[in-house]
């Protein structure tokens, strides 16, 4: 079992950055990919970024947020950060990080466990 919390959200002007944290606790955190999701509201759950589990040598992101965003792990303190840049109005949404033993990075259900999410707003 591993519990995930966000933190780091908040409200930012256009242009700006913000540095989401993603703690875990519970066994086994290393072995898990973990990925941040993002929704705005009347919209669907989308995939935002991910990373490997152990080392975190691979990375994968969404095509919106590429060259923004970089997403890395710190297995020492079992915590995935997101680091955003250039935030946009368009990035602002409530963004979630889960655990992922096995599968597709970019989707969502096949994801094993969720945090309650951070909200990220973003003004023009």
């Known amino acids: 079992q591993v519990q995930l919390k966000e933190s780091g959200g908040g409200l930012v002007q256009a242009g700006g950055s913000l540095r989401l944290a993603c703690a875990a606790s519970?066994?086994?955190?290393?072995?898990?990919?973990i990925g941040w999701f993002r929704q705005a509201p009347g919209k669907e759950r989308e995939f935002v970024a991910a990373?490997?589990?152990?080392?975190?040598?691979?990375?994968y992101y969404a095509d919106s947020v590429k060259g923004r965003f970089t997403i890395y792990r710190d297995n020492n303190r079992s915590t995935v950060y997101l680091q955003m840049n250039d935030l946009k109005p368009e990035d602002t949404a409530v963004y979630s990080c889960?655990?992922?033993?096995?599968?597709?990075?970019?989707?969502?259900?096949?994801?094993?466990?969720w945090g309650q999410g951070t909200q990220v707003t973003v003004s023009s």
């Open positions: 990373i490997s589990e152990w080392s975190g040598i691979t990375t």
């Open positions: 889960a655990a992922l033993a096995s599968g597709t990075y970019s989707r969502d259900y096949e994801y094993d466990y």
């Open positions: 519970g066994r086994a955190f290393s072995m898990y990919h």
